[in-house]
């Protein structure tokens, strides 16, 4: 009898964890169907980093184009889901760094086949403007954007997801462009003159003549000087906004000690509750994980 008891006492908890098993598994799986997850996501996905692969080894000099038109779905359709984030609103997410550097790079393509195109290149852009706009996005294309690719965590490849997949298009498409132009400038030339001249190739420096080591602002006529200038000109207006708007933002306590009903989110506050507000607080101010994570969550 006790052993009978027993069996059913561990059949009952068994068929518990079970089914507390299926409702968690239910529970992910709708939270994926939410984000998107679905055949027709997923292979539409797929088929865009096929698509894209074959265009830049079969058709490298139209490579930029698709860039462009890519963008055009992307950008809006990310913009759309962070403005709808919940609970607060991601919109200023699109001042970092690297989505100002794509809006830049859409900005200065638009720029060169307006010149190209309707002004039929008549000296809108003049040489020595192209060869600064493009070591300058030389330097953050192959530099920064691509070095994201490999730092941080959240650049990925999942295929359903267009919130992911649109990270990864800003930080791989603007490399796989500037490889283009670098390899196959006689194609690109040949297909769009009047567009891209890209006549200075051939005296590209990376380095100012000072070295590797200069004050930012010199050296403009290489891609490190150039793309260095490109950083500062986004990271002082950034940092101004940051210190006097953006710090405050998505506090959930004002000064005066009263609650506050924050509706926008900032990249910075973003990446300090994702661990590094702890690794600081207690490196650089003695500060306890607790109180770290509880700064956190008021977004202090």
């Not at 954007?145 to 992911?164: K, S, Y």
């Not at 006529?221 to 953006?246: E, H, K, T």
């Amino acid at each position: 009898v006790r052993s009978a008891i027993k069996y059913d006492t561990f059949k009952k908890g068994e068929a518990d964890t079970v089914r507390r098993i299926i409702e968690h598994i239910e529970l992910v799986s709708l939270k994926k169907s939410a984000e998107g997850f679905n055949r027709v996501n997923f292979s539409v996905g797929v088929l865009n980093c096929f698509f894209i692969c074959w265009v830049l080894g079969a058709y490298p000099e139209h490579i930029w184009l698709l860039y462009l038109i890519e963008a055009v779905y992307f950008i809006p359709r990310k913009f759309y889901n962070m403005w709808r984030a919940k609970p607060l609103n991601q919109a200023f997410y699109y001042l970092d760094f690297c989505w100002c550097m794509n809006f830049t790079a859409f900005a200065l393509i638009l720029l060169l086949v307006f010149s190209g195109v309707v002004a039929h290149d008549e000296g809108l852009v003049s040489d020595v403007a192209r060869k600064s706009f493009f070591n300058a996005m030389m330097g953050v294309a192959c530099g920064t954007l691509m070095g994201a690719n490999i730092v941080l965590p959240f650049v990925a490849c999942m295929f359903h997801d267009v919130n992911t997949m649109t990270g990864l298009f800003i930080h791989l498409m603007p490399p796989m462009v500037m490889y283009t132009f670098m390899w196959h400038s006689a194609e690109i030339k040949e297909h769009w003159p009047y567009i891209f001249h890209l006549t200075y190739l051939e005296g590209l420096k990376y380095f100012p003549e000072e070295g590797i080591f200069f004050t930012p602002g010199d050296g403009l006529d290489s891609v490190a000087g150039s793309s260095v200038a490109l950083y500062f000109l986004w990271w002082i207006p950034y940092v101004c906004f940051q210190l006097l708007v953006g710090i405050d933002l998505p506090k959930k306590i004002k000064d005066d000690g009263t609650p506050a009903k924050p509706v926008w989110d900032t990249v910075f506050h973003s990446t300090m509750r994702q661990g590094l507000c702890i690794t600081l607080g207690k490196v650089f101010r003695g500060r306890s994980k607790k109180d770290s994570i509880a700064l956190c969550m008021e977004n202090d």
